[in-house]
């Protein structure tokens, strides 16, 4: 939803995008968990060996690319080049030796 929306800004030419979302964790579909396990199975030396192989890591591949939102929000911004992200900060004491 995310990238779509800043895709859809950039389209119309936006000079600046802030985005203030705050995304704590990393996205984790179920399924994506499974496509990566199956995908590094694929990855094994002998795996190369079955006729339906190539066919198999390709639609794996798919899988992965529409399951991974995290990565499609990351290559929206990438593209758009324009998106500011905050930064949370806690202040503490200072450390080393720091300025009076």
């Known amino acids: 939803m ?3 929306l800043i895709d859809q800004l950039s389209a119309a ?3 600046t995008i ?3 979302v705050f995304f704590f964790e990393p996205q984790v579909d179920r ?3 499974f496509i ?3 995908k590094a199975l694929l990855e ?3 795996a190369s060996n079955n006729t339906n192989a190539a066919q198999l890591a390709q639609t794996i591949a798919e899988a992965q690319l529409a399951l991974d939102s995290d990565a499609k ?3 929206s911004m990438r593209r758009s080049g324009n998106v500011l992200i905050p930064s949370f900060y806690t202040l503490g004491a200072p450390r080393g030796r720091a300025d009076a």
């Open 36 to 38: 990566r396990q199956l």
């Open 73 to 75: 929000l990351v290559d």
């Open 31 to 33: 399924g994506l968990v």
């Open 2 to 4: 995310h990238a779509k």
């Open 18 to 20: 802030a985005h203030t």
């Open 13 to 15: 030419k936006v000079k």
């Open 44 to 46: 094994k030396p002998e």
